[in-house]
């Protein structure tokens, strides 16, 4: 019992082994512990030395996004995972995607499916913000402006040469609400211009947006 109010203080912030050796420090065989642990449903793995104490014990809902941020980074929530935080597609997304500055992974965990796509610095580095949830968690995730710009750059074979075509992409392909689209930050899109990937179909976007 003492040990799970040890855990319950971690609350939904993903741990790694070497923070559980500490806590555990009084075992002879932390490792062990920790295995046990986890067959009795008190950790969940996430990747080799990686976890999550379980809800049974925080009773707290586990949030997919702090883990995403926390599981491979540096990273921040972007494509249609941050589009649907935003209300701009009508699609619930079942797996989490983000960007990252490391090489493109996919992790399969107890908790759902997280992929990560590559991007170099100057771009990586545009348009996040911090998403503070009920003063006790945060993450990163993209600006709504910033996520439909990672959707472009990131869809092997997209041509969009035209801001008619890209209208069409937004419209009927990412099914876009477009009733929150006049408050966009149309100097992100040009931030990412300027990071010289899709310059094209990004201009379109800056165009499209700016009339």
């Given amino acids: 019992m003492r040990f799970m109010n ?18 555990l420090s009084e075992y002879r065989y932390p490792r062990d512990k920790v295995s046990q642990m986890e067959k009795n449903g008190e950790l969940i793995r ?25 599981l491979y980074g540096p990273s921040y929530i972007s494509f249609e995972n941050a589009l649907s935080f935003y209300k701009l597609i009508p699609e619930r997304v079942h797996s989490t995607r983000s960007m990252t ?6 992790f399969s965990t107890p908790l759902g499916n997280f992929d990560y796509i590559s991007a170099p610095k100057d771009y990586f580095q545009i348009g996040i913000r911090q998403e503070i949830v009920s003063d006790k968690y945060a993450y990163l ?5 910033k996520a439909i710009c990672d959707m472009i750059i990131a869809t092997p074979g997209l041509r969009l040469q035209s801001v008619k075509a890209m209208q069409i992409y937004l419209e009927e392909d990412l099914r876009i609400d477009f009733s929150a689209v006049e408050t966009f930050d149309t100097q992100i899109i040009r931030q990412c211009i300027d990071a010289g990937r899709k310059k094209t179909e990004l201009t379109q976007l800056y165009k499209l947006l700016e009339r």
């Fill in 101 to 106: 500055l490391k090489r493109a992974r996919k």
């Fill in 141 to 145: 995730i993209a600006s709504p402006e």
């Fill in 46 to 70: 996430l990747k080799k030395g990686v976890f999550v104490v379980s809800p049974n014990i925080h009773r707290m809902i586990i949030s997919r996004e702090l883990i995403a941020n926390h």
């Fill in 6 to 23: 040890v855990l319950e203080q971690f609350g939904i912030v993903p741990i790694d082994f070497a923070t559980l050796e500490t806590v």
